[in-house]
């Protein structure tokens, strides 16, 4: 089993930054593909980024592209998100995922069912 922990949501101004973290127990991270995912009120959770196990391929939607950096410390075990220039539509409930040993070590994953760990979730509020 693998507990996942996200912390570092908060209140924003428009234009400011957040560094979102997500620590692991129970299992080594080293092997595991991750994600950050987010969820509005009224909207699917839907993919913000995805880093490989490696850490040397990640991917972004489009609406982050530019802004936002995931990257990972495998000694620490913890992944991070780290977001800039946020606006206002950028408020949800931020989640951290992570996928089972099994993908390549260039591969990250970018469904909701590809992850099979997920974190309670830390939320993001930016202001106007």
């Known amino acids: 089993q693998v507990q996942l922990v996200e912390s570092g949501g908060g209140l924003v101004q428009a234009g400011g930054s957040l560094r979102l973290s997500c620590a692991a127990s129970?299992?080594?991270?080293?092997?595991?593909?991750m994600g950050w995912f987010r969820q509005a009120p009224g909207k699917e959770r839907e993919i913000v980024a995805a880093i490989s196990w490696s850490g040397g391929n990640t991917y972004y939607a489009h609406s982050v592209a530019g802004r936002f950096t995931i990257s990972r410390d495998n000694a620490k075990n913890t992944v991070y998100l780290q977001m800039n220039s946020l606006k206002p539509e950028d408020t949800a409930v931020y989640y951290c995922?992570?996928?089972?040993?099994?993908?390549?070590?260039?591969?990250?994953?970018?469904?909701?069912?590809?992850?099979?760990?997920w974190g309670q979730g830390t939320q993001v509020t930016v202001s106007s």
């Open positions: 129970g299992r080594t991270l080293s092997s595991y593909a």
């Open positions: 995922a992570a996928r089972v040993p099994g993908l390549s070590e260039r591969h990250y994953a970018t469904g909701r069912g590809d992850y099979d760990y």
